[in-house]
C-alpha cells in the first residue's frame, strides 16, 4: 500500500526564518505534487514534479524531488505571515492521475 | 477557459439519506476524480471516471458512487449516509489519464455535514 508521509505536521515560525517540510513515499513514483490549502478552501497547484532531481521555485519556495529516496522537500525561505495555510504533497498511483495525499503540514508564520 | 465547478457548495443532511453532488471539468478535461477531505486530514481518493467509465476506485464502499455524462462532468451518489460522511469533498479534471504533467486543476469543494 502506497503511503504518503509528511513531516512535521505542524510547523510554527518566525517571519524571515527558513525552514523545509519533508515529503516521503513509500513506493516508486516518478510524480509528485504540492498543494497549498487555505481555511475552508479547496486545494491550489503549487508544483508539479516530474523526475529525479526536478527542482522548482516560485517566490519563497522550492520544491526539489529525489526519486531514488523517495522523498520531496518544500524550502520556505525568509517567510512571511502570508505563507500561513496547510501544504500537502501528494504522488501519483503509478502514473494513473489518482493521487494519494500526504498527512499535511500546516504552516503558521508569525511576527 | 472555465476551470472545475463543483455544487452545492455547502449541504446539511440526516443520518441514512442520499445526497448527490456535481461537478463541471475544465474545458478541453475529459478525467474527473474525487476526493473525500475529513476535517484535518489530506484529501482520500474515492475514485476516478474516464470517458463515462469508472476509471479506478480508492477504498470506499460500494454505497459511494459515481456519474460521468458525455460532456464529461460527474457526479457523486452517496446513499445511507452515514455520520463520518462528513467532510469537504472534491473533484479533480485532467486532460486524459496519465496526463498528470499538466496538473490537476481541483474544484472548491462541497462541505457536507451529516446530522
Known amino acids: 500500500e502506497l503511503k504518503v508521509e509528511q513531516n512535521p505536521l505542524f510547523l510554527s515560525m518566525q517571519e524571515g526564518k527558513n525552514y523545509t517540510i519533508y515529503c516521503n513515499y513509500s513506493?516508486?513514483?516518478?510524480?509528485l505534487y504540492w498543494y497549498r490549502q487555505d481555511p475552508g478552501k479547496s486545494l491550489e497547484s503549487l508544483f508539479v514534479l516530474l523526475s529525479n532531481g526536478a527542482v522548482k521555485q516560485e517566490g519563497r519556495l522550492m520544491a526539489s524531488l529525489d526519486t531514488k529516496a523517495r522523498l520531496s522537500t518544500l524550502h520556505i525561505t525568509a517567510a512571511v505571515h502570508d505563507l500561513s495555510a496547510t501544504y500537502f504533497c501528494?504522488?501519483?498511483?503509478?502514473?494513473?492521475?489518482?493521487?494519494?495525499f500526504g498527512t499535511g503540514t500546516r504552516l503558521q508564520v508569525f511576527p | 477557459e472555465t476551470g472545475v465547478t463543483q455544487s452545492p457548495t455547502h449541504l446539511i443532511k440526516t443520518r441514512g439519506q442520499q445526497v448527490t453532488l456535481r461537478c463541471s471539468s475544465q474545458s478541453g478535461h475529459n478525467t474527473v476524480s474525487w476526493y473525500q477531505q475529513a476535517l484535518g486530514q489530506g484529501p482520500q481518493f474515492i475514485f476516478q471516471?474516464?470517458?463515462?467509465?469508472?476509471?479506478g476506485r480508492g477504498n470506499f464502499p460500494p454505497r459511494f458512487s459515481g456519474l460521468q455524462f458525455p460532456n464529461y462532468s460527474s457526479e457523486l451518489n452517496v446513499n445511507a449516509l452515514e455520520l463520518d460522511d462528513s467532510a469537504l469533498y472534491l473533484c479533480a479534471s485532467s486532460p486524459e489519464p496519465d496526463r498528470g504533467y499538466y496538473g490537476y486543476t481541483f474544484g472548491s469543494g462541497t462541505r457536507l455535514t451529516v446530522v
Open positions: 471516471y474516464y470517458r463515462e467509465e469508472e476509471n
Open positions: 501528494a504522488v501519483d498511483i503509478y502514473n494513473t492521475d489518482k493521487l494519494i
Open positions: 513506493t516508486t513514483s516518478d510524480r
